[in-house]
């Protein structure tokens, strides 16, 4: 008996760290998404916070500040570019990370 009991309470303690690992992996992450758009994005934007932009793409400051920027407009963007800019293929958490970059990049 006593041997079940402890097993039992191995396997609610596996299950809460499982748990909790996952919750941790879903939230999404500034720094993770700067990395991700140093990566994929600086290519053709400005993706730090200052610097002289190319003419090409909007730096990502100027993005983040425009008042008609929203999480809902990013993911639909991001989701479905338009040319010149390429269809990038993230998976959600990328852009959720690249969205809460973004947005800390966000000054007014
Ligand atoms: C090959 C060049 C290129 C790459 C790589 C690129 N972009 Fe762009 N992006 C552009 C261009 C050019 C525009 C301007 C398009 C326009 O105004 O029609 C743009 C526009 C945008 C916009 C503004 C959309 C709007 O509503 O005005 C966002 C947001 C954006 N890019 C995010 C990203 C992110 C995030 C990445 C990396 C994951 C990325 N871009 C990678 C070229 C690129």
Redesign the pocket.
């Known amino acids: 008996m006593h041997g079940s009991r402890r097993a039992r309470w191995l396997a609610t303690a596996v299950f809460l760290a499982v748990a909790s690992a996952a919750s941790g992996a879903t939230a999404a992450d500034v720094a993770n998404g700067l990395q991700?758009?140093r990566q994929?994005?600086a290519?053709?934007?400005l993706v730090e916070p200052s610097g002289v932009a190319r003419d090409?793409?909007?730096s990502?400051a100027s993005?983040s500040n425009?008042p008609?920027?929203t999480p809902e407009?990013?993911h639909a963007?991001?989701a479905d570019?338009?040319?010149?800019?390429?269809g990038?293929d993230?998976a959600k958490q990328?852009e959720d990370d690249?969205i809460a970059y973004?947005k800390s990049l966000k000054t007014q």
């Open positions: 991700l758009s994929w994005c290519s053709c934007h090409s793409a909007p990502f993005i425009d008609t920027t407009r990013l963007w991001l570019p338009h040319p010149p800019m390429p990038l993230l990328q690249i973004l």
